[in-house]
Antibody
Framework: EVQLVESGGGLVQPGGSLRLSCSAS????????IHWVRQAPGKGLEYVSV????????YYTDSVRGRFTISRDNSKSTLFLQMTSLRADDTAVYYC?????????WGQGTLVTVSS | QSVLTQPPSVSAAPGQKVTISCSGS????????VSWYQQFPGTAPKLLIY???KRPSGIPDRFSGSKSGTSATLGITGLQTGDEADYYC???????????FGGGTKLTVL
């Protein structure tokens, strides 16, 4: 069974940092590009970032570029998102998603709340 | 403001058919495959349609997708109350190397 399990979310003050993790199992993690997609409370889906299967290529949406860093450890089937300079509008559920002709396998999400 | 435009809501009676549109431009939908996602409250989205009109294993054939020019459409036939959910279109824009989603459509089965 394919599983993606996010962790690391929580309450952080504006300007703070947080590191999200996503542990994968049940599929060949190293063969998939993995994405982060977020959803603010009561809002729609928003694309955040992607990392290629070998970790060489990374892309970010404009609103997080320079503040967020995506990385992966294929030996541990784990994805990371280092978030810095957090703002109130970064408050959302963050999903890690494995991509194969579409965002195919989703984690359950982890909630990040940026508030003082 | 989403790059892809969906109606905020649609509704239909049980057993009927409904379509949800996703409108873009020649630079996004016109040049890339569209996928569709179903999301129930409090849960993660689920892939319904990929590459415009293909269904992943386990998705019933009541769900269908199509694309024409700069628009895509999700169709659901034989509506059931259990289909009430939010539906999103999305695509990987290969020229911009970024993913984009529509704003989502809330389906109500009356």
């Amino acid at each position: 069974e394919v599983q993606l399990v996010e962790s690391g979310g929580g309450l952080v003050q504006p300007g703070g940092s947080l590191r999200l993790s996503c542990s994968a199992s049940g599929f060949t993690f190293s063969s998939y590009a993995i994405h982060w997609v977020r959803q603010a409370p009561g809002k729609g889906l928003e694309y955040v970032s992607v990392i290629s299967s070998n970790g060489v290529l990374t892309y970010y949406t404009d609103s997080v570029r320079g503040r967020f860093t995506i990385s992966r450890d294929n030996s541990k089937s784990t994805l990371f998102l280092q978030m810095t300079s957090l703002r109130a509008d970064d408050t959302a559920v963050y999903y890690c998603v494995a991509y194969s002709s579409g965002w195919r396998y989703w984690g359950q999400g982890t909630l990040v709340t940026v508030s003082s | 403001q989403s790059v892809l435009t969906q109606p905020p809501s649609v509704s239909a009676a049980p057993g009927q058919k409904v379509t949800i549109s996703c409108s873009g431009s020649s630079s996004n939908i016109g040049n890339n495959h569209v996928s569709w996602y179903q999301q129930f409250p409090g849960t993660a989205p689920k892939l319904l349609i990929y590459e415009n009109n293909k269904r992943p294993s386990g998705i019933p054939d009541r769900f269908s997708g199509s694309k024409s020019g700069t628009s895509a459409t999700l169709g659901i036939t034989g509506l059931q109350t259990g289909d009430e959910a939010d539906y999103y279109c999305g695509m990987w824009d290969s020229s911009l190397s970024v993913g984009v989603f529509g704003g989502g459509t809330k389906l109500t089965v009356l």
